[in-house]
T-cell receptor, first 113, second 112 residues
Framework: GNSVTQMEGPVTLSEEAFLTINCTYTATGYPSLFWYVQYPGEGLQLLLKATKADDKGSNKGFEATYRKETTSFHLEKGSVQVSDSAVYFCALSERQGAQKLVFGQGTRLTINP | KAGVTQTPRYLIKTRGQQVTLSCSPISGHRSVSWYQQTPGQGLQFLFEYFSETQRNKGNFPGRFSGRQFSNSRSEMNVSTLELGDSALYLC???????????FGQGTRLTVV
């Protein structure tokens, strides 16, 4: 079946450091790919999405590119802030038009001032 | 516009009881899906409803059920609660064919 694998956490960085969180997927067909963020005690917030190969999703300084050849969707940010501390989830939607998301295990990110 | 609203935010139930959770989607969204989040299993898909019909179902026992009303609001029910049902239950709404889902803040269920 479809699956998503994220890099193991937790990840701890200093403010203004460069961030990469790796995400690879296994899927049949052409899924849409997402990054969601979860702050303590909250639900999931959609951070960015990409719906086809070579699409780049971006939001709030975060970016991720849909790489079909490497089945990857790595999350990057050039300069992190303390407010970016949260848990990040990579996800894919199994088929167009039907909402069934498959999530990675999540990566906890802590940014120190 | 208002986001996805889940009620209640917190619940404490006793083993063997049943519970009903409610979700109001974003206005105009006709698809509602439910997920269970636990530290051990992560985020797992429960089911999806579209226009009052269950369109997709995850691998959960029959104790977990749901429904959707004509105004797209959805409820999920868990009967004969077990300790392992303690989790954060998240509802998401979407507007097919757009692929993204928008989540509510969740209902934290504790079974004692």
């Amino acid at each position: 079946g479809n699956s998503v694998t994220q890099m193991e956490g937790p990840v701890t960085l200093s403010e203004e450091a460069f961030l990469t969180i790796n995400c690879t997927y296994t899927a049949t067909g052409y899924p849409s790919l997402f990054w969601y963020v979860q702050y303590p005690g909250e639900g999931l917030q959609l951070l960015l999405k990409a719906t086809k190969a070579d699409d780049k999703g971006s939001n709030k300084g975060f970016e991720a590119t849909y790489r079909k050849e490497t089945t990857s969707f790595h999350l990057e940010k050039g300069s992190v802030q303390v407010s970016d501390s949260a848990v990040y989830f990579c996800a894919l939607s199994e088929r167009q038009g039907a909402q069934k998301l498959v999530f990675g295990q999540g990566t906890r990110l802590t940014i120190n001032p | 516009k208002a986001g996805v609203t889940q009620t209640p935010r917190y619940l404490i139930k006793t083993r063997g009881q049943q519970v009903t959770l409610s979700c109001s989607p974003i206005s105009g969204h006709r698809s509602v899906s439910w997920y269970q989040q636990t530290p051990g299993q992560g985020l797992q898909f429960l089911f999806e409803y579209f226009s009052e019909t269950q369109r997709n179902k995850g691998n959960f026992p029959g104790r977990f059920s749901g429904r959707q009303f004509s105004n797209s609001r959805s409820e999920m029910n868990v009967s004969t609660l077990e300790l392992g049902d303690s989790a954060l239950y998240l509802c998401a709404s979407s507007l097919p064919p757009e692929p993204e889902a928008f989540f509510g803040q969740g209902t934290r269920l504790t079974v004692v």
